[in-house]
């Protein structure tokens, strides 16, 4: 056995496994996936596809895997900057997932080949697009075989998507419960009876649901049919179509227009950007977290130096037009993603390793926490020393906006509860932060009473 295990997520495939060398990820092709590893590469299919960003590219290197007999190849590819899931992603992100797995599984069926599986897990944001990691999902297609991964594009995809765009956004965090996709028995209870005259949502969700359950526990007694290439591609396009008339449009939500409903000041608010650009630029960080990031308008300002800046909020209207306006400007260096940081992704999948914790994709070079304590300290009753270790786990340096009682946002939050926060002031912030942060700078933001602190993760300073 290799020194480098397999990374915790990579552990099911006989065909291959990741895992790292010196930091670096490397991906081992074993004698099963050997046959599809060449057909892939003979195709034609990897060039087209790495070609239209659809899949991620690689290099083949020295394995230096000794003891492994059944090694093939040893390969490198492109590492995203940070992993994402799809209980994070946006209605829009995740139909663009869904969209550019058809659109893999369509190329590859022109060329002999096939998905052996369509989970959105495969699936990252490179460059602000979806793209495939999985080398090793794309096998040689065995004639007459219908496309085994069928099932599983409806549970990861389509299902959760139709819950999300005609009944509530928020049902895509049922995601986060179901790792292997969204249940079809449950999705098509979940749907409105309108939703059986879409016909690919009846066939596709309804019918498939019931044909599930009619053979749960059960053997086929059914001979099964030889599929052809042209119906699977007439399957690819019939999801296609069920997949892109799916519509969510943002609205009504609390945080989505909060720049239009605040008090800061045309001044403030370019005081605050010329702070985010300076921040950024004495820093020189590789990756940045902005953490409440609505819309992103100070991610940008971030990412504008050349940082490869993940931009959470919690409202789902933010993060989809935070997407849109990334998608729409081709702003490569931008990822926003769900979360709510009272209960951020927790560990998940076999053993709670599969998929990772939020602070466990950490620490980035720098986080943004702009206008966020007073949400995380008054509307999540969280002490002010536990949001400081948080964001000590979170990033090696900081920027944090106070914002004090007096603050308008601040009395809108306590109109519906009793204040019990009589340690919420400045300087019960500036002692609890003053724990593992070194304060560097104090800057009052022009035309208000807030305050921003630049601040460095002391372990970091010894």
Not at 35 to 63: D, F, I, K
Request: include cysteine; charged fraction near 25%.
């Amino acid at each position: 056995m290799p020194p480098e295990a397999p990374l915790a997520s990579s552990f099911r495939d006989p065909a291959g496994f990741v895992f790292r060398r010196d930091g670096v990820l490397h991906r081992a092709i074993l004698a099963p996936g050997r046959a599809h590893y060449n057909r892939l590469m003979s195709s034609g299919l990897y060039e087209e596809l790495t070609a239209a960003g659809l899949l991620v590219p690689h290099e083949e290197v020295p394995s230096g895997l000794e003891g492994r007999e059944d090694l093939y190849k040893l390969i490198r590819p492109e590492e995203i900057p940070f992993i994402s899931y799809p209980y994070e992603w946006s209605f829009s992100q995740l139909q663009d997932a869904a969209l550019a797995t058809l659109e893999i599984e369509r190329r590859a069926l022109l060329r002999g080949l096939s998905l052996v599986d369509a989970s959105a897990y495969n699936i990252q944001f490179r460059r602000g697009r979806p793209v495939l990691i999985d080398t090793l999902s794309l096998r040689q297609a065995v004639e007459g075989e219908p496309w085994t991964a069928y099932r599983q594009y409806c549970q990861h995809f389509l299902a959760p998507l139709a819950v999300m765009a005609l009944r509530d956004v928020r049902l895509g965090q049922l995601l986060r419960v179901h790792l292997d996709g969204l249940p079809l028995d449950l999705a098509a209870s979940l749907l409105p009876l309108g939703s059986r005259r879409r016909v690919s949502l009846l066939l596709h969700l309804h019918l498939h649901a019931r044909s599930q359950k009619r053979y749960e526990g059960r053997e086929a007694a059914v001979t099964r049919r030889k599929v052809g290439r042209q119906a699977l591609l007439g399957l690819v396009d019939s999801l296609e179509s069920g997949t892109r008339k799916l519509r969510w449009r943002p609205a009504g939500t609390e945080w989505a227009d909060y720049y239009e409903d605040t008090n800061y000041t045309a001044d403030g608010l370019a005081d605050k950007r010329r702070a985010v650009e300076s921040f950024v630029a004495d820093v020189r960080p590789k990756t940045v977290w902005d953490l409440g990031g609505n819309v992103g308008t100070f991610s940008r300002a971030a990412a504008a130096a050349g940082a490869e800046v993940v931009s959470f909020d919690i409202d789902p209207a933010c993060v989809e037009r935070n997407y849109l306006r990334v998608r729409a400007g081709k702003e490569p260096n931008i990822l926003p993603l769900l979360m709510d940081l009272a209960n951020p992704s927790p560990a998940a999948g076999w053993e709670n390793m599969e998929r990772l914790a939020f602070l466990e994709r950490g620490p980035a070079d720098a986080v943004l926490a702009l206008a966020l304590i007073h949400h995380l300290a008054i509307g999540n009753n969280v002490p002010l020393a536990r949001a400081a270790r948080f964001f000590a786990r979170a990033g090696r340096t900081l920027l944090i906006e106070f914002v004090p009682k007096s603050d308008s946002q601040v009395k809108r939050l306590l109109v519906t509860r009793e204040d019990i926060f009589d340690r919420y002031t400045q300087d019960d912030f500036e002692r609890a932060f003053s724990g593992p942060f070194e304060i560097l700078r104090r800057l009052p933001l022009a035309g208000s009473e807030r305050t921003l602190y630049v601040m460095a993760r002391k372990t970091d300073r010894a």
